[in-house]
């Protein structure tokens, strides 16, 4: 079963709540995990780890604003609304603070992550998400056995948010840890009978998203794959 609504007590990766074991002293993890929506939903939708934005409101906000918060939400609700798993009527905002809503909402990486970059500052996306799966790959594997190894009988679907090559190439290595992997498309697989698909991510800072709302090959497959899950 997944986390219920609300703030996760896990120190799977902390030797205490400061100190992150074998953590590359390039990367830095705050010990704040969360669950939003059901523990049973249909749909699981998970980013690859908190953002600033996000993190500041876990700190200092309400817990329903912090899941995809800013700018990010509206972007969100607009993706899933694209591909059919929300309706006109409906907004995310009331999944997201509904715990018995059809929908869970969290993160590859429950903790946030932020990763030095060039010039000594700490990032929290961009490059250093595909650099997390080498550097830091006990950290991943951790979650994932934690939070997706074993997910309720009623989620038939996972979204997966971001949609370049390499990306999805490192999901798919990384869950292919907890069972066989089957191929369904480019942006699309299946891991222990649960689909797995790629939406385009509604952060900000993605140059692309306007693109994916647009339409095109990778939207068209999401859809497919989408569609076929949710009409068994």
Known sequence: ?????????????????????????LWK????????????????ILGFSKGSTQANIYENGNFNDIAFGGPSRSRLDQALKCVGLLQPSEHVTDMISNNNSKMAFGSLVRCSLSREDKNGKHACSGALINKSFKEIPEILNNC??????????ETKLI?????GEAYIK????????????EEINAVSYKVNNKMFVHLTHPSPANGHFNAWIEGGNKQKLAKLAINKTMTL
Not at 144 to 153: G, N, Y
């Open 170 to 181: 490192n999901c798919r290595h990384l869950l292919s840890k907890i069972g066989d992997i």
């Open 29 to 44: 993890m705050k010990n704040d995990p969360g669950a939003w929506g059901s523990s049973k939903p249909e749909v699981l």
């Open 159 to 163: 979204i997966m948010l971001g949609v």
């Open 144 to 153: 994932v056995s934690q939070h997706i190894a074993v997910l309720p009988e």
């Open 1 to 25: 079963m997944l986390p219920c609504h609300g703030k996760i007590d896990c120190n799977k990766c902390y030797n205490n709540m400061d100190r992150v074991t074998n953590l590359n002293p």
